[in-house]
């Protein structure tokens, strides 16, 4: 079944090896600011680091107190990480008693009112943005938004894509070719996305505070703490934030192709369900959520890979892709690595690279229904149980082992690092492959299997292995001193960030209603 990823594989390695080097590679990386104590921070997002709404770098997810640091894109895996620990090196230098958190499960939750709503200013589109927050917390609760993670963004380069294309001998517009591959690359990781929590899930425990006193189907650690005994990633469990409700009304999205995927996005966002009527739009002069449609925007449908484009001005991220096709995938699925001071490292990158262009490689068939059926259940099993030896996954209507499977696609996965590392004249990726199959072999060293092991050999529980990493790598960035030129460069980007605000609040010349129907009627 693998014969068409080797003939690829073999095709590309007769063409000029440069044409994979010019490939993009971005990071979005959220924390939680803490007080010293470890509870949410209640204080505003930092002046000092600009304004949330306009700078490109430093900003805000759900939370003012969720913290969102942004690559910009790069050709080299060193050059994302550098920037990343530079720009959290520099937010470090300016937090008021605080830390960020090391987890991506959060920190004692003291109830949904402990958790402050993001805020951009009063421009419509900074509007626009907490109303779309408050919506989630009326549909989901805030305390499940405050989850963080680590996105990886990655798209190949032009040449490439001639390459390929002439390879497949294909004679579409080079742009639909480009985005029909992507949409095979996409179908493909959610085929074989389990393997990500598996080696990289962080989330094997979690602090009783964040299910508020809930039942719960999850053992107890300790008095303090829940967690399963075989887990690698609550955050990607039924605990972690879903898409659940949309599931329930019917709405999946569809990776058939780029048509199909934004048809099935655009009626979740134009059609009204009657349990979001119930919380009401504007009530009392004050919007709670932007509409009360299954989707109130494209973002609010969870999924551990996207398609994307970069957007012009306001643009809804559904007409970007029908009009300039699909630019970059962002994969969604990595947990915060609390054992390190980044939350990701290198090896991470180049493994998941590689994975993406197994993915793109390998055969795509369409995802019918019993296998949405089978991707759902994989995740989620392997999220809840999957280091256990007993687990077995659903393939093609059959039982198969997580570690044979796994052992299976990194076996084919040798190759493909092979020809990474042989176009970018290294090892890293071939090293990368060798670290993941230890874990396959051995479930131990995963990093959820490693955490649970801290937490018993140190007796303590959830909050207190999660505070005392947060401490550690407070302590790690309080010992870099950035160069001058980096901080000048941060600096100037606050600067210009809250002159951006200014101006768009300044040019603002609708009223926010007015500004709501113009943004949804765009065609």
């Known amino acids: 079944m693998y014969k068409l990823i080797e003939k690829r594989i073999n095709a590309l390695m007769s063409m000029d090896k440069s044409t994979i080097q010019g490939r993009q590679i971005g990071l979005e990386k959220e924390s939680l600011r803490v007080s010293t104590e470890g509870n949410i921070s209640q204080q505003a997002h930092p002046v000092v680091l600009g304004s949330a709404l306009t700078n490109p770098y430093i900003t805000t997810d759900y939370s003012e107190a969720l913290i969102e640091l942004i690559t910009p894109p790069v050709h080299h895996t060193e050059d994302a990480l550098s920037f990343l620990r530079d720009t959290q090196a520099f937010v470090y230098s300016h937090l008021d008693n605080e830390?960020?958190?090391?987890?991506?499960?959060?920190c004692v939750v003291a109830g949904e009112d402990s958790i402050p709503i993001a805020q951009y200013g009063t421009s419509n589109v900074g509007m626009m943005k907490t109303v779309y927050r408050r919506g989630l917390g009326y549909r989901y609760g805030r305390v499940m938004q405050v989850i963080a993670g680590v996105h990886f963004n990655y798209s190949f380069?032009?040449?490439?894509?001639?390459?390929?294309?002439?390879?497949e001998e294909n004679t579409d517009p080079l742009q639909d070719f480009i985005s029909e591959q992507y949409f095979a690359l996409i179908r493909n990781l959610q085929r074989y996305g389990w393997l990500v929590p598996y080696l990289f899930g962080a989330s094997p425990a979690v602090c009783k505070s964040f299910l508020a006193g809930s039942e719960s189907t999850l053992d107890?650690?300790?008095?303090?703490?829940?967690?399963?005994?075989?887990?690698?990633?609550?955050?990607?469990?039924?605990?972690?934030y879903q898409n659940n409700k949309e599931n329930e009304i019917g709405i999946k999205a569809c990776y058939r192709n780029l048509d199909a995927y934004v048809n099935s996005l655009s009626y979740a966002i134009e059609t009204s369900a009657r349990e979001y009527e119930r919380i009401g739009v504007k009530v009392d002069d004050e919007y709670r959520q932007l509409n009360s449609n299954i989707l109130?925007?494209?973002?609010?449908?969870?999924?551990?890979?996207?398609?994307?484009?970069?957007?012009?001005?306001?643009?809804?991220?559904?007409?970007?892709?029908?009009?300039?096709?699909?630019?970059?995938?962002?994969?969604?699925?990595?947990?915060?690595?609390?054992?390190?001071?980044?939350?990701?490292?290198?090896?991470?990158?180049?493994?998941?690279?590689?994975?993406?262009?197994?993915?793109?490689?390998?055969?795509?068939?369409?995802?019918?229904?019993?296998?949405?059926?089978?991707?759902?259940?994989n995740e989620l099993e392997t999220a809840h149980r999957g280091r256990d030896p007993k687990l077995k996954l659903r393939r093609d209507a059959s039982a198969c082992s997580l570690k044979e499977?796994?052992?299976?696609?990194?076996?084919?996965?040798q190759s493909v690092c092979e020809y990474l590392d042989d176009s970018h004249g290294t090892d890293a990726y071939s090293c990368s492959l060798k670290k993941q199959l230890e874990k396959i072999q051995d479930p131990d060293m995963t990093p959820s299997a490693v955490m649970l092991n801290k937490m018993k050999e140190n007796k303590e529980g959830f909050y207190h292995f999660a505070k005392r990493m947060s401490q550690d790598h407070f302590e790690y960035f309080k010992s870099i001193e950035l160069s001058e030129e980096r901080k000048k460069f941060f600096v100037e980007m606050a600067d210009l960030s809250w002159q951006k605000q200014r101006l768009i609040e300044s040019e603002d010349s609708q009223t926010f209603d007015e500004y709501l129907k113009a943004y949804f009627s765009q065609s």
């Open 99 to 106: 830390i960020l958190w090391a987890t991506s499960m959060p």
């Open 157 to 167: 380069p032009d040449s490439f894509w001639s390459v390929y294309q002439e390879i």
């Open 220 to 240: 107890e650690f300790d008095v303090n703490t829940y967690y399963e005994p075989y887990a690698t990633s609550l955050r990607m469990g039924d605990i972690g």
């Open 296 to 377: 109130q925007i494209e973002n609010e449908y969870y999924s551990t890979v996207r398609p994307k484009q970069i957007l012009m001005g306001n643009e809804k991220p559904s007409l970007a892709l029908k009009k300039r096709g699909v630019r970059y995938v962002e994969l969604r699925s990595l947990d915060v690595n609390a054992f390190e001071p980044l939350g990701i490292n290198e090896s991470q990158l180049r493994f998941l690279e590689a994975l993406m262009l197994f993915c793109l490689l390998h055969d795509s068939e369409q995802i019918c229904f019993s296998e949405r059926e089978e991707i759902d259940q």
């Open 405 to 413: 499977w796994a052992l299976e696609i990194c076996d084919v996965m």
